[in-house]
T-cell receptor, first 114, second 115 residues
């Protein structure tokens, strides 16, 4: 079974530029999560989708971050414009919720904003 | 709000020895899950072990076991017979007992296994 795929693996941009990350969850998983992991901290949920609907986006900085999950499969996370403090690893995870508790993580995208 | 605290930023252990990583959490809920995740340098987050709060018996997965103290809100991970491949960042995480809920992570503990 293929795991959660993410691209790109690394991205370096200048502040005020835009960037987009892509995630392809495990086939059949209805729930998709985006977590932000700042260096030295644990991951923090940015947004959670159930199919193509948003379940929780309370921690998403909506003035600059946006996310979508068209057709309830792939998802993109966008930052526009980026700030220095957005430098982090962005992890995508999926789960077969509500049938299962377990979340499966992708390899993450490391973003550096200069 | 739920919080998870890992008080040990870094730990080291000799190969084949035993090490215990600490975790405490704060919640007013009675039903929840607790997890330990491993994140090697490749960044792939891997589930190590989970514990349901309603279960008194401590979870065990091969060389990994937990000491779950619900009243004390403590959830430590014991790794026996440590191997070089156990070198990684370890995260303790909390989840409400409702499938699909988000994970709340601690800050992590870097574990280095020395030969």
């Amino acid at each position: 079974e293929a795991g959660v795929a993410q691209s790109p693996r690394y991205k370096i941009i200048e502040k005020r530029q835009s960037v987009a990350f892509w995630c392809n969850p495990i086939s059949g998983h209805a729930t998709l999560y985006w977590y932000q992991q700042i260096l030295g901290q644990g991951p923090k949920l940015l947004i959670q989708f159930q199919n193509n609907g948003v379940v929780d986006d309370s921690q998403l900085p909506k003035d600059r971050f946006s996310a979508e999950r068209l057709k309830g499969v792939d998802s993109t996370l966008k930052i526009q414009p980026a700030k220095l403090e957005d430098s982090a690893v962005y992890l995508c995870a999926s789960s077969d919720a509500p049938s299962s508790y377990e979340q499966y993580f992708g390899p993450g995208t490391r973003l550096t904003v200069t | 709000a739920q919080t998870v605290t890992q008080s040990q930023p870094e730990m080291s252990v000799q190969e084949a020895e035993t090490v215990t990583l600490s975790c405490t959490y704060d919640t007013s809920e009675n039903n929840y899950y607790l997890f330990w995740y491993k994140q090697p340098p490749s960044r792939q987050m891997i589930l190590v072990i989970r514990q349901e709060a309603y279960k008194q018996q401590n979870a065990t997965e091969n060389r990994f076991s937990v000491n779950f103290q619900k009243a004390a809100k403590s959830f430590s991970l014991k790794i026996s017979d440590s191997q070089l491949g156990d070198t990684a960042m370890y995260f303790c995480a909390f989840q409400f007992m409702e499938y699909g809920n988000k994970l709340v992570f601690g800050a992590g503990t870097i574990l280095r296994v020395k030969s």
